[in-house]
Every structure is written in C-alpha cells, then in structure tokens.
C-alpha cells in the first residue's frame, strides 16, 4: 500500500510559514494543522466529485453531501501513520472551518443560502463533528462539548457513520481494481504558478510539491478504481478560495488561494475555541 507524506506537510508548512518574516507571522501548530486538515478535506471532497462523476456512482441524496461524506472517509483512509489525537483534532479543524463560516456570515447578516446545492455551512459544521464522534464514541466524548452537539442527534451518529463507512466499503469493493496490471487511466498532477500576490505564494508551491501528498493522493486514486479516461488534478490560481471538479474536461482544481484562506481563517481559532485546543480530555 502507498504510503502517504502528509505528516511532512505539516512541518514543512511550518517551516514556510517561520521563513516568511513580518509578511506572514509564524503560525502556530494548531493554525498548521488547520490549515493542512482544510486542504486535505477539500481535495479529498473534490475526489469525492470525481469518483462519483467518473465512476457513476449511485447517490442518493444531495451529491455534495456525498462528496462531503466520501471526503470524511477520505482522511480516514489518509490517516494511517498519524498519531491518534492528533487526528480527531484535524477532523474538529474541520468542522470548525464550517463554524467560522457560520460566524462570519451571522456577523455580516449574509442571507442564507437556503436555495444552495451545499448543505448550510452550520448544518456542514453539525454533519462533520457528529460524523467524527460517530467514528468512535466511546472515546470522543469531548468532541460533544466542544462541539455543542446536542445529544438529540449524537445519539444517532455511531449509526450515521456506520453507514457512510459502510456505503464507502460497498462502493469500493464494487469499484475498485484487483488486476495487478499497471492502470490503464491515471490521474496526473499539474502545478501551476501561485499568484505574485499571495504571501510566500512561491514557497507554498515549493512545499506542497516536496510532501508529494497531491501525487500520493492521485497515485491511489488511479491505482485503486478502474477509470474511464485520463484526468487531472491541478493547483492554480483562481481569483478566488476555490476547488472544484470539471466533469468536462476531467480536471479537479484546487486553488491556491483556497490554502492561503485557511492559512488566514486559521488565525480565528483561539477566538473561535476560547483559547483551547481541541484534544481529548
Ligand atoms: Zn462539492
């Protein structure tokens, strides 16, 4: 099995973030990690929008609740060399990148998107924090109270894993490759060159680069499900704090700006957590 570079990410970005001087202060570890965690997340809910496209997997429901699972289930298959706190605090990262959408929308007296394909960003919140203490609840406990979720839906949420962990067992079993020969469609990476404007831009190319964590990610992908045509994954800049998946032309694209906006929201955590850090107690 492929083993993954997403530990070097984290201090490598770290490392990037300390060489940038006044333009960019150092972050902490909790601000690396949810920035790391983020960008995982949302490649791994694009691959979700890949391999239902390509494959044509059956969905029911909304397909970004889908995408949104099938990216949850993603960083469990990802997880494999983290240690194990460490990980159920990148999955809070991820709910929490949801809570401070919220927030910000709340604060500026956005309309709510009730028309939108996505679920609410509060409900994307909800969904993600019982998903992970659904995951192992025994354990996870604290994931409750940091998270509010009432017990009215936690106590369904080992259920509601159980079935997202199932549906992805199915899925791969049904999906995937047993021949030993080498794929006959891959998915190849492609960078492009990082915005001038964007804060140790250049540096953040260098870095995602060097982990191969993108390459790791494609690798297994192409190695573990027959697909139908050759397809791209690319990191561009955008205009915007963008991912998405283009059916069309076969390409997920994932900003780079995107990054750099959790890079930036990582900064409200300490507001958002009252000074805590979201690990067991
Ligand atoms: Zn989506």
Redesign the pocket.
Known sequence: MKRFALLLLLPLLAQAQAQQGETAPELSVDEVRFTVANSEFTLM??M??LLISELQLPVLGR??DA?DQLGFMGLFLLQQEQHRDDFYAKLMDVADYWRLEWQHAERDGSPVPVWDS?ALDAQRFYNIACLAYGSDPDRLDWVLEVSGLPVERALYCPEEYEQAAHAVQWFREHFGRSDERPARHRIQVIYDTPPGHLPGGAELLEKIRASGELEAVAAKASDAFALPRDLTLRMSTCGAPDA?FNRISGELTLCYERIAYFRTLARELPKLRGGESPTPR
Request: proline share 0%; glycine share 12%; no cysteine.
């Open positions: 809910h694009e979700g929008h397909e970004e995408a996505h998405w």
